[in-house]
Structures are given as structure tokens and as C-alpha cells.
């Protein structure tokens, strides 16, 4: 980093603490109707921010929702270009009266910025453009060609980013993708996040008589569809935590030494962990880790179970029908779609004749993966070790960032995930924040990022012509 850029950014640091608090004022929860026109202020306020750092072909985009918001800066050719991704949208702050102070009134508290959407993912977006103004403002130019999208459903299920994301796919034309709306592992050990698990998901009901039945008058003739709903569950899973499905471990990639090697250096405690969560012992497939479990390996789980009578006082029925919410978290190769019809195939075999059932889909992910040995991972790792004086940790999250699959399966794109929040930032709950000293030095980290990406000898992706 040059002197001009240092000093630029330490001059700099008031006028940026004042734009980071205005964008935090926007109330831009995408879930909730009535703030659409907060979702739009907030992308009208990111748009009008871009052009004053020196992106051009700025555009607030229609997508039926809350609009995308583009820029680009493509002044040096021949060079990798990016793409930048990160969203405006904040989650509702309800319960309001767990919040310290109103989560739409920034403050800094010990080195903290209290507010809804501080950590997720307003800090990311504004430290993008931070780091692109300041190389703007003292070298009149980026390192690299960058094309950023910033979106306003992210934390709505990103409804209409994919059919968005084709019908640009030309414009959004890049090298490789970098996604900022993960967190640090622990404390402010910088990390990338390598792997993120991807999801099938679906209800499934099961149906006996029409009406629920008295189980003194038909109770031996007649199956009982939560009885039959919980003999399934029980056959899906085995009790070590194995999922029971025929084929369903069979795209599993194995994880290689280096990414075992990997996982086994960050800092985890199992103790800690199972008391944070307050359960007497944790459960897991033979043979892995705790964070290969989380990380490397798919799961099958009731998200919820329902049916009969749940009232005050007895009520001895036969229900007429049964309820649940089954997920499987997957890793890398596992397709969705593949890996449903196998669980909907052991659901055939095992459902006994007695009952109907249904089954209805909630949702896809993919699993998606970026090797530690890629070249942009790479260069994002020099980055975060000169700005934050340690060297990244490897981490895998057990959750999905759908985003990046789209990026993959929708552009063709890689995507390095490079993340910035506190591992503790209470994203989604009341008291949400980012630590300032990540959002300071983060800035500097991705410019740094920015001039090492240009700097690579061979291009991330494919090389180029
Ligand atoms: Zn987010």
C-alpha cells in the first residue's frame, strides 16, 4: 500500500464513520412490506455513493423487488476484472426492547457500531467502496477492473437475484467473484470462508381418514399417521447421526489432508462449544471432527413436527393427518435435485400402505467450494495477512450462502469469500454490531487484495486473452 493511499485513508476516517452512520439510518428491511421505500433510499443512497468514488455506469436496477444496484470502474484492460458483491437489506429488529439503543440510530461503543445491519452487511458494502475510493482518489485508477452488485433481497431469499443475474449475465461478465457477507472464525483472526453447505428441503404429510377417528373405536385397525410419520424420521436417520438414505453419501467429496489440515488448526474448543449451546453431549458421524462434521459433511434433520390434537387436556383421537419440515444440509458434489429424489425414494419404500402421503418442496441450494489453493484465495490471503499481521484461517460454514452457487452455476464464476464481521456480531438479533477496527483495517485489506489480484502471474481463472 502507498503512503498517499495510508494517508488518504487516515484523513479520511471521519467523513467515512458519517457516511457509514447515514447509510445505517435506512431502515431497509426487505421482509417487511412497508419499508420498500426504505430498500429503495438505501439503493438510491449505495447508488449515488458509487458514483461519488468514481464507478461508473451506475445503475439502481429493477428486478420486481428491491432493485440491484451496479457500478463498475473498467479503465485498465487486459487486467482480471472482479466481481463485488454484498447487499443493503437488513433483517427486522424485533424483539425491539432487547436492543441497548434504537437499531436505527448508529452509535460507537467501545470500538463497536451498534445498529442493525452494521456487520450485515452495510459495513462490507461501505468498506468496498471505501477501498475504491481511496485507490481512485491517489492513483486516479484501481489495480484491477471491478464490476460491484450490491443487492436489496439477500436477506429475503434473494427472489429475483438469479433471474437478474441471467438476463445481465453479459454485463456481469468477469474472472472471479468476490462475496463480502461472512464473518472472522473467532475474535479478529482474519479468515476465508473455503466452503459453504448447500440445502434440499421439503414437507412432508402423510394422511389416514379424512377426520380424526376415536382411538377406543378404531384404535388396532386403523394406523395412526403421526405413528407412521415418526417410523419414517426414525428410518432416515441412524442413531450415530448417520443418514440412512441408499446412495446418499455417494457425490460426498472426501476432504483432502490440506483442508483437514486446515480445519484441525482453528482455534475450537468442543467443551466451550457444547456448553455455548447448552446440550449434554453433541452427536456425529464416526470418524470426523466437530468441524468436519459442521463443514464437510451433509446432514438430514426435522425442522419441525406436527399434528393431532395439541390442546389443553386429553383428546384420544386418531388424527387424520401429520406434519414436518425435513432438511438435508449438503456438501460438495451433492446435487440437490439428486439427492431429494433419493430421500423421496426411501420415503416410498418405507411408508406402509395404511396412510397417503405428499411431499412438497421448500427450497434448493448447491453446495459450493473454493479451493485454498486457488489463485484469488491466495492473493486474498496475502492481503489479510499484511493488513491484519496474522495469517487467514480456513473455515467452512455449516450454512448456506445461496449467492454463490448462482455465481457459479448462472456466470461461471469462482467466488472468494472474504468477510469482515466479528464471529459474535449478533447478526440477525437485537444488539447487532461490527467492530470498527475491522472495518478500518478491512478497507485497507482490500485494496491491498485489489493490487495483488493485479500482481498474480497466472489469472485466476482460465487466463485470459
Ligand atoms: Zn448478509
Known sequence: MTDELASYLDRTREQRLESFKALLRIPSISGIPAHAPDCRAAAEFVAADMRSVGLEHVDVSDTGGHPVVYGDWLGTPGMPTVLVYGHYDVQPVDPLDLWESPPFEPVVRDGRMLARGSSDDKSQIHMHLRAIEALLATDCK??????????????????????????????????????????????????????????TYFQLDVFGSPLDLHSGGYGGAVDNPINVLCQIVAALKRPDGRVNVRGFYDDVVEPSPLEREALARLPFDEDAYRESIGVPALIGEPGYTVLERLGMRPTLDVNGIWGGFEGEGPKTIIPAHAHAKISCRLVADQDPEKVFQLVAARIAEITPKTVRYSIQRLGDGRPSVVPIDHPATQAAARALTASFGSEPLYTREGGSVPVCASFESILGLQTVLLGFAPPDGQFHAPNEWMSMANYETGIRAIARYWEEVASLAQWPIGGRP
Not at 146 to 155: A, D, H, L, R, S
Open 142 to 199: 484501481l489495480p484491477v477492473n471491478v464490476k460491484v452488485i450490491f443487492e436489496g433481497e439477500e436477506e429475503s431469499s434473494s427472489i429475483h437475484l438469479d433471474a437478474w443475474l441471467e438476463a445481465n449475465r453479459d454485463r456481469l461478465q468477469a474472472d472471479f467473484a468476490v462475496i463480502s457477507d461472512t464473518s472472522f472464525f473467532e475474535g479478529n483472526l482474519p479468515s476465508i470462508t473455503v466452503s459453504l453447505r448447500g440445502l
